[in-house]
């Protein structure tokens, strides 16, 4: 079991083949396989379907970080959908292996980013700023507080960002003042929730 770094690998139960399809868009129904390692699973479907029905209004040239990266699911999910860009970040090399190679058997070259790194010391690296973040950190490692402070405090989200956030059912969100939760639901014990970012435009000065 992986605590505190940037991957989705956690006491969740997890697809034991190591086997996720896409939802909907361009890819809709491929099938891909990711390194079974213990822990590591994608997001549902149902929950994914869900969540992209939320998105789509705003999906569409978005630019999109998967920070917890894992399996790959979510941000392929969004290339899949019509996302513009979307920057994987994990710190498992295998992981992220697994998803080139899902992006090459798609014949996608571009509009992706694979990172090494801890999720953390990722957003502290000044990467750009993002239309929607994906953020799922291992349960009971206790980083949603932190990364949505990361996030805002780095100035990394865009004007009217949406952050996903998956998490234990009851865990506190620890969400920043300018945020606002649009939407909740629950699966079993995994409570997913959708944030939107409200930030001010700068009035102009003579």
């Not at 750009?128 to 994906?134: A, S, Y």
């Not at 990394?156 to 960002?161: E, G, I, S, T, Y």
């Amino acid at each position: 079991m992986r605590t505190g770094k940037g991957g989705r690998r956690d006491i969740r139960r997890h697809r034991p083949d190591g086997r996720f399809r896409i939802i909907g868009g361009e890819w809709r129904g491929r099938r891909f396989n990711f390194p079974a390692l213990a822990g590591v699973r994608p997001t549902g479907d149902r929950v994914r379907e869900t969540l992209f029905n939320w998105l789509q209004p705003v999906i569409t040239g978005a630019r999109c970080l998967d920070l917890f990266a894992g399996s790959g699911a979510l941000g392929l999910e969004a290339l899949s959908r019509g996302a513009g860009e979307v920057v994987f970040v994990d710190c498992e090399r295998s992981l992220l292996e697994s998803v080139k190679e899902h992006l090459r058997t798609v014949e996608r070259d571009t509009g992706f980013r694979c990172i090494r790194a801890d999720a953390g010391d990722f957003l502290r690296s000044d990467p750009g700023q993002f239309d929607i973040v994906f953020l799922d950190p291992p349960f009971g490692a206790d980083r949603i507080s932190e990364m949505c402070r990361l996030l805002d405090h780095a100035h990394l989200l865009a004007a009217n960002a949406r952050v996903y956030l998956e998490t234990e059912v009851g865990a506190e969100l620890g969400l920043p003042a300018s945020w606002r939760l649009l939407r909740s639901a629950r699966a079993g014990n995994v409570g997913y929730h959708l944030a939107a970012v409200t930030i001010e435009p700068t009035e102009a000065t003579d």
